[in-house]
């Protein structure tokens, strides 16, 4: 059983900052990669952050310097700070695991960017 559990999601002005985080039901030493995808209505799920194992991370272009992906595997959770939130940010925010064989998806969590 792997369960992916995101959370942080929320309401926010433009420029402030949210922190999710997604726990993982297992040790996410098993895990090549981790990442951080996200869906506006109408819009094609898009890849905003990965880290891979030995701690490389790759982000999308338009998140650049603004987000930051960590994982922490003593507790099998991996973040997503995201600081200077911008309108077009706002969407469901999926949380991704992958083996080589697998891969897992969590529930989602809605981040919200509005005055």
């Known amino acids: 059983q792997v369960q992916l559990v995101e959370s942080g999601g929320g309401l926010v002005q433009p420029g402030g900052s949210l922190r999710l985080s997604c726990a993982a039901s297992v040790t996410i030493f098993s895990f090549h990669t981790m990442a951080w995808y996200r869906q506006a209505p109408g819009k094609q799920r898009e890849l905003v952050a990965s880290i891979i194992s030995g701690g490389g991370t790759n982000y999308a272009d338009s998140v650049k310097g603004r987000f930051t992906i960590s994982r922490d595997n003593a507790k099998n959770t991996v973040l997503l700070q995201m600081n200077s939130l911008r309108l077009e940010d706002s969407a469901v925010y999926y949380c991704?695991?992958?083996?080589?064989?697998?891969?897992?998806w969590g529930q989602g969590t809605q981040v919200t960017v509005s005055s």
């Open positions: 991704n695991s992958r083996t080589y064989v697998d891969q897992y």
